[in-house]
Nanobody
């Protein structure tokens, strides 16, 4: 079982930036993809971004492409989501997740992930 601890959420004005972090413990995740999802009130959890286990390939939802950057530090067992040019529509609870080994790339569905963080509130004011 992997434990995921997220940090970096909060309140920011439109146009601002936030950096989310997700640190894994309990087992090595170097061969797993990592992903970020978000869930706004009254909506389903949606895919935001994923990074391949190699760290060399990334994939983004169209809604965040060009504004968000996903990355990982294998040595630190940590993943990051840099969010720039934030909009009020980005307001949601953000979750990091560890991809299931052997899942098809890109892993954009929640079913492709086995372990989830506790969620971070990100609020963007207009």
């Amino acid at each position: 079982q992997v434990q995921l601890v997220e940090s970096g959420g909060g309140l920011v004005q439109a146009g601002g930036s936030l950096r989310l972090s997700c640190t894994a413990s309990g087992r090595n995740i170097n061969r797993n993809a990592m992903g970020w999802f978000r869930q706004a009130p009254g909506k389903e959890r949606e895919f935001v971004a994923a990074v391949h286990w190699t760290g060399r390939t990334t994939y983004y939802a169209d809604s965040v492409k060009g504004r968000f950057t996903i990355s990982r530090d294998t040595a630190e067992n940590t993943g990051y989501l840099q969010m720039n040019s934030l909009k009020p529509d980005d307001t949601a609870v953000y979750y990091c997740a560890i991809g299931r080994l052997g899942s098809k790339w890109p892993p954009t569905s929640t079913g492709a992930y086995d372990d989830w963080g506790q969620g971070l509130q990100v609020t963007v004011s207009s």
